[in-house]
Structures are given as structure tokens and as C-alpha cells.
């Protein structure tokens, strides 16, 4: 495929240096996209760089993932109003590990195929940099009007700026520029990609390998995603959407991007799924006729979910869906892991019981007009049993004497109770 075709129908390109798609062409070429190694794992705001690479990977040509360990430790100014923290060593190698576990998903690293992914910490070379070294190889060959005349630099410096950029900042498009320089050397790395908010510090480098090399590099950036609304993509408001699993359950995963808009929808199934343009249009077409079916989040929110975790991590995604909004049953209930049901049940009101209690057994009114107060009276608790209006683990109760013991905890520690349709409550065994 054409690579460059495939990213423009996706919406994928927002700037790229002339020549770049006779380079890619040409020969097979050698790409890479700097990640920020400041956490253990990805978030889907670094999906847009990994996708690239996948799509560069796919049309024949080799990808490299360069984790900034030298850059992580300097910080980018970059959309940035101030400094980020700088990390250690250990925390750097033990992130970069995390990643690769995370870009194995998306990349083939491991085939004998010559465009099989490499992974590449920065930190690797400019270690062996001496200040002296570096401002002798690289310092002299780039004026400081030239460096001033990025944007990333001018707004630091102008009407945004409240505390000014350090050196250290203002450095930091050389040092990118040195990594572009070296894997154009050892990698014979000729294109590099990042978001449009890169666009300075990728020229950087092609200008550097220009000067040093006499040598020709190439540019190219997508756009910075954001919501319909204005609102920055893949914040929620508990932070991040994490890739991995322990910092956003598969549940929450599949909820951001089931519930996104259906402007949003339509941009995020051409730039997060490998899905063909023929099948987004057919797509699009047939919500475009229901938009309240929904079908293109729902087909969306699978794609991405199954790509990043695992088809079963989807469908124990869609049995949690159904239990909170749909027609869960108290199978599906116990059939989801601890992780997901607490992520189902996050933010409803919980209980503390004694085990012990539980375990001699507890008359259901007794247990929740007075053990916990999930009825304020046991009248109304009387009167909804009587309206067939109380469910315990997604079951009907219709007997006042009802004894509940711990053959009730899902887990060996919750109770799941529910007035009417939409209000739950959580009983934890203790």
C-alpha cells in the first residue's frame, strides 16, 4: 500500500516535508517516533504515533520506536507551560520495558522480516556525550536565531510565558536533533514522524543531518487530536486512559470509546483501527441513517479494545455493559473478574458487613434497613420486595424472610444490591 495515501484518507497528516512521499517510494525506508518514557505505560494519547508506525510497518517499511530516555530526562517545551519532572536511570530502564511489552501488540519486533520493528532508548548514545562534545558536534552547526524561530520556543518566551524556559528546554531540540542524526547514521534512518507540536523539533534534525551529512532526512506530523467539543482527547475525568490493564480496566477502556461522540466517532475509527476505507464508509453511511443505534462506537470501542487487550477482555467489556444498563443476569455477574466489577460498581454507594454475621446468616430486611442503611426504614424495604422492586446479584427477591449468607458474596466479598432499575449499592464483606 502507499503509505502516504493510507495516512492522508485517515486524516493522519497535518504536515510532511517535500520528497517525502517519492522517498518512501523510492526504497524501503527506515521511520521513527519518539514516546515519552515518564510512565510504565503508554496512554492512548501516544495511539496516534503507534498507529503510524503500524501503518509503516504494514506498507513495507521498517519502524523504530525511540524511548527518549536521554529526552525524559531534560523535558520537551513543546505544548508545554512549564518543566516536567526528571527522572532516574532504574526508572527509565524499567519503563522502557513496560513499553516494548505494550508496542508488541502493535509491531512486529521479532520476525527475521528486514522491516521488523526496533526499540531504541536515546539514552543509549547521548550518555557518552561530554557537554565539550556536544556543543563542539552539534551547538555550532545551528544558530540561536534558528532555534528562536520555532514555535514551540517563541511561545515560551512570549505573551504565554509566566516563568521563562531554561536552558536545559531551550537545548532540547538539539538533543532531538542528535537522535535524528544518529539513527540517520546507524539506522540509515532518513524519515522521522510525531505529533504537529514536533513539527520544529523534527526539522531540527533533518537540518542538522543536512549540515553534518550533507545528507537528505524527512518530516513528517499528524495532527493533535482533540474532542468535538474542544476538550483534550483521551483526558477523562480520572486523568489518563492507560493502555495497560492495571491503570484502565478493559471496562473503562471500552466505555471512553464507546461513549464518544458521533462527530469524534467518525474521525477516531479511520485513525485508531486498521479498518479499510471501505469498511468506514459502509460504516459511517449506516449510522449516518441511525445514529441511535449506535453502531459505529460500538463497532469502534471492539476494534480498539480488542487490538490493545484481547478479544476476551471485549466481551467480558460488552457482559459488564449489559449488566449496568442492559439485561445482565446473575451469571454474567459472577462471571466477571474482581477488576471489572469494581470498575463497573465504582462511584455507587458501598457497606461495610461482617463475614462473620453473613455467615450465620442475616434476614435480607434486617440486613438492609440496619446492617446497612440501603433502605431508610424497613417498611419501604417491605413495600419494594412487595413491588417487586429489589434485586440481590441481579436476582429478583420476593420473599421478606430471606436469610442471605455468604453464599451470596460474589467473589467471597461482595453483595450486589439493587432498588429499581438504576440504583445500586455495594455490601463488602469485611
Given at each position: ?18 520528497g ?5 517510494q ?13 510512565a ?9 504515533g ?39 536511570e532504574?526508572?527509565l ?19 527475521d ?8 532508548n ?15 558536534d ?24 509566566k516563568t521563562?524556559?531554561?536552558f ?14 544518529h ?5 540509515n534512518c532518513?524519515?522521522?514522524?510525531g ?14 543531518i ?5 545528507g ?26 492507560w ?9 473503562k477502556?471500552y ?5 464518544t461522540?458521533?462527530e469524534?466517532?467518525?474521525k ?11 469498511e ?7 449510522h449516518?441513517?441511525?445514529p441511535?443505534a ?9 476494534e ?21 444498563f ?5 451469571e454474567?455477574?459472577?462471571k466477571?473478574?474482581?477488576?471489572t ?5 465504582e462511584?455507587?454507594?458501598q ?25 431508610p426504614?424497613?417498611g419501604?424495604?417491605r413495600r ?21 449468607n455468604?453464599?451470596?458474596?460474589i467473589?467471597?466479598q ?17
Amino acid at each position: 500500500m502507499n503509505f502516504v495515501e493510507e495516512l492522508n484518507w485517515r486524516g493522519m497528516i497535518h504536515d510532511i516535508m517535500p520528497g517525502t512521499e517519492e522517498q518512501l517510494q523510492k526504497e524501503m525506508t527506515t521511520a521513527y517516533v519518539g514516546i515519552d518514557p515518564t510512565a510504565d505505560s503508554l496512554h492512548i494519547g501516544h495511539l496516534v504515533g503507534v498507529m503510524m508506525l503500524k501503518h509503516l510497518q504494514l506498507a513495507g517499511h521498517k519502524p523504530i520506536a525511540l524511548v527518549g530516555g536521554a529526552t525524559g530526562m531534560i523535558g520537551d517545551p513543546s505544548g508545554k507551560s512549564q518543566e516536567r519532572n526528571l527522572l532516574d536511570e532504574a526508572t527509565l530502564r524499567h519503563n522502557q520495558d513496560c513499553l516494548k511489552a505494550q508496542l508488541n501488540r502493535f509491531l512486529d519486533f521479532d520476525s527475521d522480516a528486514p522491516n521488523a520493528a526496533e526499540l531504541v532508548n536515546n539514552y543509549d548514545w547521548m550518555k557518552e556525550y561530554s557537554f565539550l562534545d556536544f556543543i563542539r558536534d552539534i551547538g555550532k552547526h545551528l544558530t540561536v536565531n534558528y532555534m528562536m524561530s520555532k514555535d514551540s520556543v517563541k511561545k515560551r518566551l512570549g505573551e504565554e510565558a509566566k516563568t521563562g524556559m531554561s536552558f536545559t528546554e531551550f537545548s532540547y531540540q538539539l538533543v532531538q536533533g542528535t537522535d535524528f542524526l544518529h539513527l540517520y547514521r546507524t539506522k540509515n534512518c532518513k524519515l522521522q514522524m510525531g505529533g504537529s507540536d514536533q513539527w520544529g523539533n523534527i526539522t531540527t534534525g533533518t537540518e542538522l543531518i543536512r549540515r553534518k551529512e550533507s545528507g537528505e532526512a524527512f518530516a513528517m506530523t499528524c495532527p493533535l487530536i482533540t474532542k468535538a467539543d474542544g476538550t483534550k482527547f483521551g483526558k477523562t475525568e480520572s486523568g489518563n486512559v492507560w493502555l495497560d490493564a492495571k491503570l484502565t480496566s478493559p471496562y473503562k477502556f471500552y466505555q471512553f470509546w464507546l461513549n464518544t461522540s458521533d462527530e469524534d466517532a467518525e474521525k477516531y475509527i479511520k485513525i485508531f483501527t486498521l479498518l479499510s476505507q471501505a469498511e468506514v464508509a459502509e460504516l459511517v453511511a449506516k449510522h449516518r441513517e441511525a445514529p441511535h443505534a449506535r453502531e459505529l462506537q460500538k463497532r469502534l470501542a471492539e476494534e480498539v479494545t480488542v487490538m490493545v487487550h484481547s478479544r476476551d477482555d471485549f466481551d467480558m467489556a460488552v457482559e459488564a455493559s449489559q449488566i449496568l444498563f442492559g439485561s445482565g443476569t446473575a451469571e454474567n455477574l459472577r462471571k466477571l473478574d474482581e477488576q471489572t466489577f469494581l470498575s463497573v460498581f465504582e462511584g455507587v454507594p458501598q457497606f461495610p458487613v461482617s463475614k462473620a454475621a453473613l455467615a450465620k446468616g442475616i434476614n435480607v430486611v434486617d440486613l438492609l434497613a440496619e446492617t446497612a442503611a440501603v433502605f431508610p426504614s424497613k417498611g419501604e424495604l417491605r413495600r419494594t420486595i412487595k413491588g417487586n422492586g429489589l434485586s440481590i446479584n441481579k436476582e429478583k427477591i420476593t420473599d421478606q424472610d430471606l436469610i442471605v449468607n455468604t453464599d451470596f458474596l460474589i467473589g467471597n466479598q461482595y453483595i450486589l444490591v439493587q432498588k429499581g432499575k438504576k440504583n445500586y449499592y455495594l455490601l463488602i464483606a469485611e
